[in-house]
């Protein structure tokens, strides 16, 4: 398959033909297939990272719900601190403001902007590979692209992981609280390079297992919503077209986020949990460590705590990110 055909099947599929006026639509086809791999790959980078940025924006809050839920712990004989994400939220904004909700959220939207960047970029070029050398059926190559780029990411974004986590979780006004770059020399002055790669076999098996069920959803919801109400509707309006396009795509974005969180859950409490531990003597050996523990603690559930906080952002946050993104990808197409 033409690289540049592959490539835009992830950043954009179809869009651009219900977007633009016939003639346009024509040229702008007609532009794509001839540009490079690489000219479609900066365009999924640029995207991606108006698309990141927007996503990080809408969901950090409740990502740091979740955090402070998954990582929460009683002391013996009492009760938790959060009796469910609600509770969570009215506390942290009682101690904190909406401030504290945001708390670490720098590194996180450079990173969210940085890393969907990324991951559509090497989406694009992976799932070319894929299809070009090992695989005819493009479902395979989608799931194969998917994994590889997960483990990518796992080796970039570990670090990041472990700040945010320990910035999200510091929830409470006390004197103890440290700044991002405090906490990222606390902990590789203690741990080394070690310390900011704790939880990475969990990080890379969330995003390996997480990308390939992401995208894959992400396409057969949008393939069949596009088909339903723009295909088949041949007496639209370009306007309505356009609308009903939009609105396709935020919906199958939504579907995907909250289908990468079903998925993904248990493996990013794992994550969650190990990159919480203290630093000195840490709690947890390993990851099957503190799979026992959890388990030992509350059982299968204890691996869904939390989860309530990312199903909610899940549907908004991805449903931003692709609807920005493509809408980026379809000026880049239009114009470059």
Known sequence: ??????????????????????????????????QSLAVVTVKNFVSGIVGGGCEAVVGYPLETVKAR????QAAAGSARAFTGPFDCLQKSLKEGGVGSLYRGASPQIFRSAISASIMFGLMGQYRYFYSQTLFDNPDYSLVAAGVSTGFTEGLLYTPFEIIKIRMQTQYS???????????????????????????FAPTAGREMLGNATYFMAYETAKELLLDR??????????????????????????????MYWLVVFP????????????????????????????YVEGGPVRFYRGISPSLMR????????FVAFEKCMSFLNQYF
Request: net charge positive.
């Open 1 to 34: 398959m033409d690289a540049k055909c592959e490539s835009s099947e992830i950043a954009s599929g179809e869009l651009s033909s219900h977007v633009m006026p016939a003639s346009s639509a024509s040229d702008a086809s007609d532009k794509t297939k001839e």
């Open 69 to 72: 839920m998954q990582t929460q």
């Open 173 to 199: 006004n006390t004197r103890n609280r440290v700044s991002n770059w405090q906490c990222v020399k606390d902990v590789y002055g203690r741990n080394g390079l070690g310390g900011l790669y704790r939880g």
């Open 229 to 258: 109400f723009v295909h088949r509707v041949p007496e639209l309006s370009p306007e309505k077209a356009h609308l009903r396009t939009y609105q396709s795509i935020a919906f199958a974005g939504g579907c995907a986020g909250f």
């Open 267 to 294: 493996v990013d409490t794992v994550k969650s949990v190990m990159q919480a531990d203290r630093l000195d003597k840490p709690r947890y050996s390993g990851v099957a460590d503190c799979c026992r523990q959890l």
């Open 314 to 321: 899940a549907f908004p946050a991805n449903a931003v990110t």
